[in-house]
């Protein structure tokens, strides 16, 4: 059980569904939580030291019809008037240097929606701008 700090926690129908976002501290005011997608989109809007940040944590299944699905709910909720953290598992590639394949690389749908949703809510990538050239993911 995590101890260090709030944690908000979503399951969904499926065993391999769940997403979490937890804290380090106890010094955050949930103002909002909604489990979008049970175990694979979770949004809370909380306050931190004085701001106002809305936090979303993803798991994206990886069949194409469900990501498109959930990445049209992802857009909706990215469009706020403060802060914004996106985190997760995207199951989508969208640059050749996030992945390992001998194969040419080719932008699906899913990951041309991806590219613009992050586009126009202006995220960083943060992992991306501390390390531009490295092959960084998870396996």
């Not at 194969?103 to 992050?118: D, Q, S, V």
Request: overall charge positive.
């Amino acid at each position: 059980m995590w101890t260090k700090g709030k944690c908000i926690i979503s399951i969904g129908e499926d065993k391999a569904d769940g997403v979490g976002i937890f804290f380090r501290t106890h010094d955050i005011v949930i103002i909002r939580r909604r489990d979008i997608i049970p175990g694979r989109l979770l949004m809370i809007d909380c306050l931190y030291q004085g701001d106002k940040y809305r936090i979303i944590n993803v798991y994206t299944a990886p069949e194409a019809r469900k990501k498109t699905k959930l990445f049209k709910r992802l857009r909706e909720l990215l469009m706020v008037g403060y802060k914004v953290i996106l985190s997760g598992d995207f199951n989508t590639v969208t640059a050749e240097n996030d992945r390992y394949s001998t194969a040419p690389f080719r932008l699906t749908t899913e990951g041309k929606h991806l590219k613009l949703i992050n586009e126009e809510a202006k995220l960083i990538d943060t992992c991306r701008s501390i390390n531009p050239f490295g092959l960084e993911f998870t396996r």
